[in-house]
């Protein structure tokens, strides 16, 4: 949805999910490589410090019915108005999907099983895929597709390890993806929603004359060309930035061990210790 709120909520969501993945995967991983095994989400010990999972938990019905109050309030454009639906359905959608991942870990009901919930969280970004950037056009319409790149990322990242959850390279994927759509978000929302930020030569979003797709207003078609142009640039820092943060996190995880985390529930910690465990040597037995 069309906002600099948006897009800044959007980046603390992401962004900070992202980041917390990354950590606990890496911290994982380098316990032993060969008991990696990818979770859903990774729950820390004692349970205030999950207090990020419990906020979504709580604000995404929320920010799902308003958006939803507010098609059926909209009496404007029409696609304005159905992008409210469409908004309001997919965060109900990623909302069912925390729900599932509460049960399972609550109750440990067998019948939600890992790899369904990896499937369910690739639909809903497929979903997020089919949905962004519809009535936009022009400079707009090329920024929004960068942000399906990393939704498809995303998505073929759930489906992938719905199959095979042992594929460090594919959570790394998964969460730097995450962290990649937060901030260039951010980036969207205070060049395309901002007077301050935005491209030299054009204004904010607003809709075309004639139709009911927008875009930013530009004086001059050079101007759009360079909005362009410098909006593929600054693609391209952002990469280099969330690479750079997964190298130098995986680096000081790999010095400090202190810093990992450890505090994880599920089957993976039990099996590693429990391995640690049958390599130790056995207690030689005197004989009398």
Not at 36 to 46: A, D, T, V
Not at 72 to 78: I, R, V
Request: glycine residues 8%; contains cysteine.
């Amino acid at each position: 949805m069309g906002s600099l709120a948006t897009h800044f909520c959007t980046f603390l969501f992401l962004f900070s999910i992202g980041f917390r993945r990354l950590y606990c995967s890496f911290s994982l991983y380098l316990k032993d490589p060969s008991l990696y095994r990818s979770k859903p989400w990774f729950f820390i010990n004692p349970n205030w410090k999950n207090i990020d999972f419990y906020t979504l938990l709580i604000a995404l019905p929320i920010i799902s019915f308003s958006d939803i109050f507010l098609f059926l309030s909209f009496s404007g454009y029409p696609s304005y108005r159905f992008a409210f639906l469409q908004h309001g359905t997919l965060i109900f959608l990623f909302w069912v999907l925390l729900i599932l991942i509460i049960l399972r870990e609550s109750f440990d009901l067998c019948a939600i099983n890992e790899g369904f919930v990896y499937v369910l969280g690739g639909v809903c970004f497929l979903v997020e895929y089919l949905i962004n950037g519809n009535g936009f056009d022009g400079v707009a319409s090329n920024v929004y597709d960068m942000l399906d790149h990393l939704t498809l990322v995303c998505a073929f990242s759930c489906l992938y390890l719905s199959i095979r959850p042992t594929a460090f390279v594919a959570d790394f994927y998964l969460s730097s993806g995450l962290m990649f759509k937060g901030t260039w978000s951010l980036q969207v929302g205070l060049n395309l929603y901002t007077e301050t930020f935005g491209l030299k030569g054009c204004h904010t979003v607003s809709l075309l004359p004639g139709n009911d797709k927008v875009d930013i207003n530009c004086v001059l078609d050079v101007d759009g060309l360079r909005g362009v142009a410098l909006m593929n640039l600054l693609f391209v820092c952002h990469a280099i930035v969330v690479l750079i943060t997964c190298f130098g996190l995986f680096w000081l995880l790999s010095r400090k061990e202190g810093l990992r985390f450890g505090e994880g529930t599920g089957s993976l910690l039990p099996r590693i210790e429990s391995r640690g465990m049958l390599l130790q040597p056995l207690p030689e037995l005197e004989m009398d």
